[in-house]
């Protein structure tokens, strides 16, 4: 088991940035895929960005495409989101997760950290 631990969550006024950063207890080798999940208050988990280890490959959700960028940190076993234009909206705990490469659902996760968008 992985374990992950979230940093840099903070407030934030609308269209500022936020950089979050996901280390893990070991190293990220390129069997794993890495997400991004947040929840905001009253609403349930939503995914936001996962970077696939193996094949460097990203997807994001629609509601953050262009805005958001999910990359390898410098460290071997780090991975950031970078978090730009930011809007209310995109408030919440923001979660890091990993799942091994061809399986469905992730397998670890960190205890969250909290994004607060507003003026």
């Known amino acids: 088991q992985v374990q992950l631990k979230e940093s840099g969550g903070g407030l934030v006024q609308p269209g500022g940035s936020l950089r979050l950063s996901c280390a893990a207890s070991?190293?990220?080798?390129?069997?794993?895929?890495m997400g991004w999940f947040r929840q905001a208050p009253g609403k349930e988990r939503e995914f936001v960005a996962q970077?696939?280890?193996?094949?460097?490959?990203?997807f994001y959700a629609p509601s953050v495409r262009g805005r958001f960028t999910i990359s390898r940190d410098n460290a071997e076993n780090a991975v950031a989101l970078q978090m730009n234009s930011l809007k209310p909206e995109d408030s919440g705990i923001y979660y890091c997760?990993?799942?091994?490469?061809?399986?469905?659902?992730?397998?670890?996760w960190g205890q969250g950290t909290q994004v607060i968008v507003s003026s």
């Open positions: 070991e190293r990220i080798l390129q069997r794993f895929v």
């Open positions: 970077l696939n280890l193996n094949t460097g490959s990203t």
């Open positions: 997760a990993a799942r091994r490469l061809f399986t469905a659902d992730y397998q670890d």
